[in-house]
């Protein structure tokens, strides 16, 4: 569980629950059980002290499916005497476990688990679902049925996920179209407004998406437009010309970041140090850093929240200023209390101290650690360096110097076949197929593909076949690697006027921060290639008639939570899967608009955060 207040997202969600779900339950001396699914225990584990929880009357945490011995789910303990507060998804199998806790029959009391129900679902609950619980047996004790809108785990600040682990079969897979689909779309539209509710409290906010890329984003962005007037009283999207903006992408928008070595701190130690030939040091699920003790990386910790967004080259100076400073501090106390003259009060002082000063000496240890391992797989004679500056050549077009580049791109060879020229190193196929697809998104994009036989022939000789696959199935995104799509999409014009990188190995600007650069420092962001499913006027049309919030509409919306930031939001969601350097665009994004007197916050997720390995695997699945 976290350990702080985190800020940004993370403490609107916080809000939410402790507002909505805990404090109007919460009468001193009661103790509650809280019943929840997968989802909304990782919610509340990333929000939420432990004793914060306690403090309003929960004294256990249950999950809904907990197993027995034998993996039977529905084991949990019979708790008749305490009232149960459930907070899940509205799926027909939740919903079969809660009518079953409450037993089969009105008259048998004896087969509840609990004495009462409570219930709060993270999303909007279908009518035939409520009408179902209400006419089964365990509506006598259920006390409380709400909406909190909160189906999304906060990473960040400002990152989401709807943790999608089928997000790619779901989207782009043959075998996940007609209704199922369908239904997939339908829940990750509900997902996106609860999204849209939990930071837009007023108006609803503009929806626009990416017309380049595969028709499922079209199809999402309506069913998030439908769902979200049902919000608004007066059936259509109106209000001041700074309000907030919703963007819907696939991962296919950006085909070249998912693949780059990011030498920026956090998204460089997840991808080289989350490897299993790495140990590996760092877990992405549960984003805990294994050394000689465990560190959280979370933004609560204040180093990592401090070192995250720096380059390699700036974070192990950082850091390592840290730790002489801490080691400085803890001499000068050490010294001041082996003086003779030493004061009791000065005595207890220093004592006071050590506990703080162990855990920071742990933390800032365990972040020395990190950058060092980072900047020695780097440069101790391993291939990343080799590859980091051959990636920003074909993802950029422009050599060191800024010149263009040759499309037959030599320096590729000792990476595809094993370094016949004598340099020494050795490949992961990994490494291998991420030049690779930079090789032939470079060669298309200098309409110079390479054809399939050649392909084929790269791939085997690069021993790279099963890894391979993901030549094949990017092309299920639209993406035309080697120039045999028939439908290909367009992509959009690059923005000029970056702030130039002053580190020659990440050159690269990662696509989505154009989007944000148009839509906060131009505020023209081209139409015809990001349109909005409704088409209005977006001069005349935005006039503020009084749009309600998208929370407290109906009788089943719960109130807004107070000491939210009512500012405008840029709203990014990629279809499929974001990367770290994506991430980092957004707490960029932010830091700049807020300088300005134009102020954006800048929210942006997906369904799942992924490495460039995590991301290859999940192309190699879609085949």
């Known amino acids: 569980m976290t350990t702080a207040g985190s800020g940004g997202l993370r403490d609107d969600v916080r809000r939410i629950i402790v507002?909505?779900?805990?404090?109007?339950?919460?009468?001193?001396?009661?103790?509650?059980?809280?019943?929840?699914?997968?989802?909304?225990?990782?919610?509340?584990?990333?929000?939420?002290?432990?004793?914060?929880?306690?403090?309003?009357?929960?004294?256990?945490?249950?999950?809904?499916?907990k197993p027995d011995k034998n993996g039977e789910k529905r084991s949990r303990q019979p708790l008749p005497y305490l009232d149960a507060v459930y907070f899940l998804r509205p799926t027909r199998e939740n919903l079969d476990v809660i009518m079953g806790d409450f037993g089969s029959s009105k008259d048998t009391y004896k087969n509840r688990l609990y004495k009462a129900g409570h219930i709060f679902f993270t999303e909007t609950i279908s009518d035939e679902a409520l009408t179902q619980l209400a006419k089964s047996d365990a509506a006598l004790f259920i006390k409380t049925i709400q909406e909190v809108n909160v189906a999304f785990l906060p990473v960040e600040e400002r990152v989401f996920s709807l943790e999608n682990k089928a997000s790619y079969a779901d989207y782009f897979s043959e075998r996940g179209g007609g209704e199922k689909r369908e239904e997939k779309l339908d829940q990750i539209a509900e997902q996106l407004v609860t999204v849209c509710a939990a930071l837009c409290d007023t108006p609803c906010p503009k929806v626009r998406y990416c017309s380049t890329s595969v028709r499922s984003v079209k199809q999402l962005a309506e069913k998030v437009q439908k769902k979200l007037d049902k919000y608004n009283s007066n059936g259509v999207i109106t209000g001041s010309n700074n309000r907030s903006t919703l963007i819907i992408l696939d991962r296919g928008f950006d085909p070249v970041t998912p693949f780059l070595h990011d030498l920026y701190f956090q998204a460089m130690a997840y991808d080289l140090l989350s490897k299993a030939s790495a140990g590996p040091k760092i877990d992405p699920e549960s984003n805990i850093l294994k050394y000689d003790h465990e560190v959280i990386l979370e933004p609560e910790n204040e180093l990592w929240r401090e070192l995250r967004h720096l380059h390699i080259g700036q974070a192990l100076p950082v850091v390592t200023d840290k730790a002489k400073r801490l080691f400085e501090r803890f001499n000068s106390i050490k010294n001041k209390g082996a003086g003779d003259k030493t004061h009791m009060t000065d005595m207890k002082s220093m004592l006071n101290q050590m506990p703080n000063y162990k855990r920071e000496e742990q933390n800032c240890t365990a972040f020395v650690q990190l950058a060092e391992d980072c900047y020695n797989l780097y440069n101790s004679g391993t291939a990343v360096k080799q590859i980091v500056h051959l990636e920003q050549e074909l993802a950029t077009g422009l050599n060191e110097k800024g010149e263009p580049i040759d499309s037959k791109m030599s320096g590729c060879v000792s990476v595809f076949v094993n370094s016949p020229s004598g340099d020494g190193l050795l490949y992961t196929p990994y490494e291998k197929l991420r030049v690779l697809i930079l090789y032939l998104l470079n060669k298309m994009k200098m309409g110079d593909p390479m054809k399939g036989e050649s392909l084929s022939r790269l791939i085997t000789r690069a021993d790279i076949k099963n890894e391979g696959e993901a030549v094949q199935t990017i092309k299920k995104m639209?993406?035309?690697?080697?120039?045999?799509?028939?439908?290909?999409?367009?992509?959009?014009?690059?923005r000029n006027g970056h702030q130039e990188d002053t580190f020659v190995t990440s050159r690269w600007v990662p696509v989505v921060q154009d989007i944000m650069d148009a839509v906060l420092i131009d505020r023209n962001l081209d139409t015809n290639s990001y349109p909005h499913v409704a088409r209005e006027s977006q001069a005349s049309a935005d006039v503020d008639v009084g749009v309600k919030s998208l929370r407290g509409q109906g009788t089943r919306q719960p109130a807004i939570a107070a000491g939210r930031s009512t500012g405008p939001k840029l709203i990014i969601y990629v279809m499929g899967s974001l990367s770290y350097a994506e991430m980092r665009c957004a707490h960029n994004a932010s830091r700049r608009t807020n300088q300005t007197r134009f102020g954006h916050e800048v929210i942006i997720g997906s369904d799942m955060i992924l490495t460039p390995e995590k991301y290859i695997d999940e192309l190699v699945k879609l085949q």
């Open 19 to 65: 507002s909505d779900i805990f404090r109007p339950l919460h009468n001193k001396g009661e103790w509650k059980v809280l019943v929840v699914d997968e989802l909304a225990l990782k919610i509340v584990n990333s929000c939420l002290k432990l004793t914060e929880i306690v403090n309003n009357g929960i004294t256990l945490i249950e999950s809904i499916y």
């Open 478 to 494: 639209g993406i035309d690697i080697i120039g045999d799509l028939q439908n290909k999409r367009n992509v959009p014009p690059r």
